[in-house]
Every structure is written in structure tokens, then in C-alpha cells.
């Protein structure tokens, strides 16, 4: 059976496929909810540097008998030309990236063929969907021989219709993993975080109705009196089905109607307790079809601005945050997916004082949301965006809009999430801003209900007068940026001297400020990479942060020491970034107190 959707662009004359691949079909909301198969655990694994799975000898494209998506064995058949076999390759763990798992691979870049044989039985009537949480950087997947389709951006979900594809018994899935940088990618060429390849998240087959529920939204009204929203059915009967959505614990119950394209809203009185980090309130959600029904836990909220203030359900909240890679805790320090990363890495944060977390630079995995939803954690959440962008391509800016997209798409009814954030630290010019004005119209037309933003930069009118000039200003809803006065801009007087003014009247929020040592590393105060001089420079900086006229929050940078390949400085960095106020093991620097200390006094 051919996708409904598929067969409606068919017959208007339209394409799921971009050059040669298939698009991934729409997200799938809250696979936690679903029934699934779970394809993670060990994989088999080919490195393939030059891609001679995929293309000859002159970079033309193999058909797919002749790529490594056939899955053909040499030591069945020694009779033919066959120069790779998956039943002999090594193996890679998933999910998990390829550098951490095997030293010659510590800083490779390239493709790696990742395979995955299971056993399955497909019922007549259900729909299946192969997901992938993420995989970085390119992703292009087979299934029994055939080439599905391909999704670029290294950190959000994707799924692809397999119904008919899937064989009782054994199949073969394969996956063409390819994290090279390229200068149109987002990010691009140059960025201060490891590159980290391989199919990060988790793997899963759903298993679904004809007709389900593909996507929703459930959220408080603009005026906290109603609780509203809308369901997306797919499928050959979405059109005209009945919905609805009921939330015990409230006596809440609509009932609704898809309308032709398949979706249903809705709105109905209701005054739930709001979610605040105080109270992180969640209730059970359950949404239900003639076909189909999936559980969630909703809690409601209101975030908006006044002036300089950030209001929380109306109420004036300062933000005491931190910034967070994601990357785990331990010696390896590989990329972080599962819940105990997120418990390891938000339950750090909490010890911190922190009520907010802000997820650089790129969206992290849904555990990390779904927990700080339940820890009563603010996120600020963020597409990687960064530094130099080729504003001026088309196809850039549609990565980076599909990427947004697919940010929001997952994460709309996380109470946790109080800020949209569209880049950070990029380079003024009139190409740059309308690229991230039309971002944020992306989010806002996504989701009106949260804040949107970006890390700016500062300027200095004198050389102890801060301020930001930046046109971008306009459209956000506060002014983030990032500052290292007391790092690369002077040393720690500086900070002492430094005077705060700002053209806008919007909330101030610091996006990054600190610096760096290594733990256990000490000195005089005035000798850098000391825990002498990070000290004096968070003491001189919190000093400083009382004095900025509006501040309504910020996330120093950052929780922990995480791997960079701009960080050569050796028995010092080690290839890690260490402004961290945790080491990549998970110790406590001295400054992590100071800062703990002046979260607590607030």
C-alpha cells in the first residue's frame, strides 16, 4: 500500500523526491506513545571514506544493485566480484557516534555504512514507519535492497513510510551515514563543537493504523481561560473522522471533527494548575480517533515579556540558567541520547540553581526535554545556525528552515520550552538578517506562543561602554547575546569598569559569559586556565551582571568541559573546551560555586 500522501502529490502532478531521493514523510509526534519495534543495540559497520558504496570510480552514482544498500555477500558466492560484505565488517553500537567507540575513528569524517538485520511480520491493514531520532550529518536509508530516501541535519527526527517494504521474516536495514562539513550545511564549514558522527539517537519501526494520528498541539489559550489546539489525522479516512481529546484530572473532553485536510481543532473552558518550575504541573493527555490513540503529558504555561521583564504565567521570573552540550559525563565524553545522560546532565544543572537551560547549539534529544519538563526546568532550544552561513543560498536557507521546523514540530507541547532560538554569533549584514527574519517568521507562524531569539554580539562605544546594535533586535522577543569580557575581551578589571546601555527596551538576557581552566589546575589569579582565575573572573562577572540595567536571565557558558577540535592547547585543553564549570568527568570546578552561590541569593 502506497502512502496517502504520496498518492496525492501523485496525482497532483508532484514529487516526494529531492534530485534522486525521497523526502522523509511528515514527523510523527510522541513516538513514546506508539507501538514500536526497537532496532537499537549493535550494528554492522563499514567505513567508507572515498564512498565507493555509492559511486564509481568517476563520482557518478551507482544503481542500487551495484551499492551496498543490495547487501551482497562475497563469502556466499566467491564466484563474483564482490568487495565488501556487512557479515564481516566490524560492529558500531546504536545510538552512538563512531568517534568514541573506536580509536582510529577519533576524528574521522566521512561515510560509514551502518546495517541492521531483524526479523519481522507485517499484519495486513497497518502502517509502518522506519524513525531515526537523529543521525549526523547525511542520512540515506535502504530497506531490503532499495534506496528509501535521505534526510540532511544532524539533530532532529525523521521517518520514512516502509509498508511496502517490509518482508515477513528477515530484513535488511541499511543506512548510509556521511558527517562531512560543507560550507553551505548549517553548520557550516567551522564550529566549536566536535563533530560527532553516526546514527546518534534512537532506531525504531512504528507500527500504525491505516488512519492515525500523525501530529497535535494541546496548549492554554492567549488568555489562560480555555485549553485549545488542534490533531492531525493521516490517512484514506482522516477526512470526516471524529477526535477527541480528554484530560481526566480536569473533567476536560472535546470533541471534534476533522475537517477535509484531516485536521481537527479544538477549544473548550478549562483552568489548569500552570506548570512553573516551582510546580511542574503536567497532566495526562489522551487524544483518540476511530482508529488510533496516543497518551501524552501536557502541562500549561504562559511565557511573555513586558518591558524589560520575562513573565512566567504573568508573573515577572528571573532566569537563572546554564548552557548545555550534549555530551555525556565519563572519560569518553561521547555524544549524549539516553534518559540517564539527561538525569546526569539536567539533575547537574538543578545542583547548579538553575531553573533554565538554554540546549547549544543545536536541538538535543527529546529525553532532555521530556525530563526538564518534569524537573520544572525552562529550555531554550536551538537550531545550529552558527557563526559564518552561506546567507545567500537557497538551498541553505531551506535546511535551515526544515530544521526549525522539525525542531518545533517535536517539541510543541513541551511545557519546558519558553524560548525559540534561530543562530548564534552571526555576522551582520543585510543578507544575514533577512535569512533569520524569515526564520523567525517561521517559528512564530509554527508557534505563536513562545519567545524567539538568537545570540547576538556586543559592541563597544567606548572602551568601558557596552551595548548591542543589532537589527535583529527588532524581531526578537528579548536581547540575547553572548559576552567573554574578563576572556577574549580584557581581563577580569575590566569587567569591574564596564558600563551597560542598551537602544531597545526589551529583556536582557546574556546568552554566553564566562571562561575557562582546567579542574585542578591552580595558580595565581592572574594566570589563565587557573582555578585561581576562573574564580576571580565569575566573581567579577556576577558583580557585573548586578549592574546591567533590565537583565531578566542568562546561561553562562557552560556546564561542562566538551570536546573541540579548536581547543590544541595540550596538557591544558587536550582537544576540550574548558570553560566548563564541570570537567568532562563530572568535577566540580571552584567557580561552579561561585556561580551557585549568586543563583541562590537571587
Not at 558522527?197 to 489559550?221: A, H, K, N, W
Not at 527529546?366 to 532550544?381: C, K, P, Q
Not at 531551506?398 to 520550552?417: K, P, Y
Request: hydrophobic residues 35%; proline residues 4%.
Amino acid at each position: 500500500m502506497r502512502s496517502h500522501l504520496t498518492l496525492l502529490l501523485m496525482l497532483l502532478g508532484l514529487s516526494l523526491r529531492a534530485g534522486d531521493f525521497q523526502t522523509p514523510y511528515p514527523m510523527i509526534a510522541n513516538v513514546q506513545s506508539r507501538t514500536t519495534t526497537d532496532l537499537c543495540g549493535t550494528w554492522d559497520a563499514i567505513v567508507d571514506q572515498y564512498d565507493n558504496g555509492f559511486y564509481n570510480y568517476r563520482m557518478k552514482r551507482n544503481p542500487d544493485g551495484n551499492t551496498f544498500f543490495a547487501d551482497r555477500h562475497y563469502y556466499d558466492d566467491r564466484t563474483q566480484l564482490i568487495e565488501y560484505d556487512f557479515n564481516c565488517s566490524d560492529k558500531l553500537r546504536v545510538p552512538g557516534d563512531w568517534n568514541t567507540q573506536r580509536e582510529k575513528l577519533y576524528y574521522y569524517e566521512g561515510s560509514i555504512w551502518y546495517r541492521k538485520l531483524f526479523d519481522f511480520d507485517p499484519a495486513p491493514g497497518r502502517r509502518y514507519f522506519v524513525r531515526f531520532g537523529a543521525v549526523n550529518y547525511e542520512g540515506i536509508v535502504g530497506l531490503n535492497g532499495s534506496v528509501i530516501g535521505r534526510h540532511i541535519g544532524g539533530f532532529t527526527p525523521f521517518n520514512f513510510e516502509v509498508t511496502d517494504m517490509l518482508v515477513k521474516g528477515e530484513n535488511s536495514l541499511i543506512v548510509k551515514v556521511n558527517n562531512n562539513r560543507h560550507v553551505d550545511a548549517v553548520p557550516t564549514i567551522n564550529c566549536d563543537w566536535w563533530n560527532y558522527g553516526g546514527i546518534t539517537r534512537e532506531v525504531e519501526i512504528l507500527d500504525l493504523p491505516e488512519t492515525f494520528i500523525r501530529d497535535y498541539c494541546v496548549r492554554l489559550s492567549d488568555d489562560g481561560r480555555s485549553i485549545e489546539g488542534w490533531v492531525q489525522l493521516d490517512g484514506s479516512a482522516a477526512a470526516g473522522s471524529k477526535v477527541s481529546v480528554s484530560i481526566p484530572e480536569l473533567s476536560f473532553k472535546a470533541g471534534v471533527t476533522a475537517g477535509s485536510d484531516g485536521k481537527a481543532h479544538f477549544s473548550l473552558k478549562a483552568r489548569p494548575e500552570r506548570w512553573c518550575p516551582e510546580n511542574p504541573k503536567l497532566y495526562d493527555v489522551r487524544i483518540e480517533s476511530a482508529q488510533d490513540s496516543v497518551s501524552d503529558r501536557i502541562g500549561f504555561k504562559t511565557i511573555s515579556t513586558s518591558g524589560t521583564k520575562i513573565l512566567l504565567n504573568g508573573k515577572e521570573i528571573f532566569c537563572k540558567g546554564i548552557s548545555i552540550h550534549e555530551e555525556q559525563f565519563g572519560t569518553l565524553s561521547g555524544r549524549a541520547w539516553s534518559l540517564e545522560h539527561a538525569r546526569e546532565l539536567l539533575g547537574a544543572a538543578k545542583e547548579l540553581g538553575c531553573n533554565f537551560v538554554r540546549l547549544a547549539h543545536y536541538p538535543h534529544n527529546e529525553n532532555m526535554t521530556r525530563l526538564a519538563d518534569e524537573m520544572g526546568i525552562m529550555v531554550w532550544s536551538e537550531v545550529p545556525v552558527y557563526w559564518t552561513i552561506s546567507w545567500t543560498n537557497p538551498d541553505t536557507y531551506a535546511n535551515a528552515r526544515n530544521q526549525v521546523e522539525e525542531m518545533v514540530t517535536r517539541d510543541r507541547n513541551r511545557a519546558s520550552i519558553v524560548v525559540w532560538s534561530v543562530a548564534n554569533e552571526t555576522p551582520r549584514s543585510p543578507q544575514r538578517l533577512d535569512f533569520l527574519r524569515r526564520l523567525i517568521d517561521t517559528v512564530r507562524g509554527l508557534d505563536p506562543t513562545r519567545l524567539v531569539s538568537a545570540a547576538m554580539e556586543i559592541d563597544q562605544k567606548a572602551p568601558d561602554q557596552i551595548t548591542v546594535n543589532d537589527d535583529l533586535a527588532a524581531y526578537t522577543d528579548i536581547l540575547s547575546f553572548n559576552e567573554y569580557i574578563g576572556w577574549y575581551d580584557g581581563n577580569v578589571d575590566k569587567c569591574r569598569r564596564c558600563r551597560w546601555s542598551f537602544p531597545v527596551e526589551k529583556p536582557v538576557f546574556i546568552s554566553e559569559l564566562g571562561g575557562g581552566c582546567k579542574y585542578g589546575m591552580h595558580g595565581r589569579p592572574d594566570e589563565r586556565f587557573t582555578e585561581e582565575y576562573m574564580v576571580e573572573l565569575y566573581k567579577a562577572q556576577t558583580e557585573m551582571l548586578e549592574r546591567i540595567p533590565g537583565l531578566a536571565g542568562t546561561t553562562p557558558w557552560i556546564l561542562k568541559d566538551f570536546r573541540s577540535p579548536r581547543r590544541q592547547l595540550m596538557g591544558v585543553q587536550d582537544d576540550f573546551n574548558r570553560k566548563g564549570l564541570l570537567s568532562e568527568k563530572g568535577e566540580k570546578k571552584d567557580a561552579f560555586y561561585v556561580l551557585r552561590d549568586w543563583y541562590n541569593s537571587k
